[in-house]
Nanobody
Framework: QEQLVESGGGEVQAGGSLRLSCEAS????????IGWYRQAPGKQRELVASITAAGSTNYGTSAEGRFTISRDNRRNMVYLRTDSLKPEDTAIYYC???????????WGQGTQVTVSS
């Protein structure tokens, strides 16, 4: 069974940093664009950043130049570095894998990020 496993969430003070990690099974990692999404209470899920198998990146407006996505192809890992965190960044962050040229996608269970003021 294909799966995504997130880690690295937690509680930090405003201005702090976290590095979120997403580990994917080998098959879906090599065939997918991997993205980070987030959902705050009462809000819709939104794209934070994504990265293709070739390493091309795309950032949502919420990233605002403060977040950086990267991938380690040897370890089947995708990372989201979050800097200068604000209370409004508080949300559950989800890893997503979209298999290219198919409608198939997978979601992780999410990791909570809480930023206190």
């Amino acid at each position: 069974q294909e799966q995504l496993v997130e880690s690295g969430g937690g509680e930090v003070q405003a201005g702090g940093s976290l590095r979120l990690s997403c580990e994917a099974s080998r098959r879906i990692f090599s065939l997918s664009t991997i993205g980070w999404y987030r959902q705050a209470p009462g809000k819709q899920r939104e794209l934070v950043a994504s990265i293709t198998a070739a390493g091309s990146t795309n950032y949502g407006t919420s990233a605002e130049g403060r977040f950086t996505i990267s991938r380690d192809n040897r370890r089947n890992m995708v990372y989201l570095r979050t800097d200068s965190l604000k209370p409004e960044d508080t949300a559950i962050y989800y890893c997503n894998a979209k298999l290219v040229r198919t409608p198939i996608e997978y979601w992780g269970q999410g990791t909570q990020v809480t930023v206190s003021s």
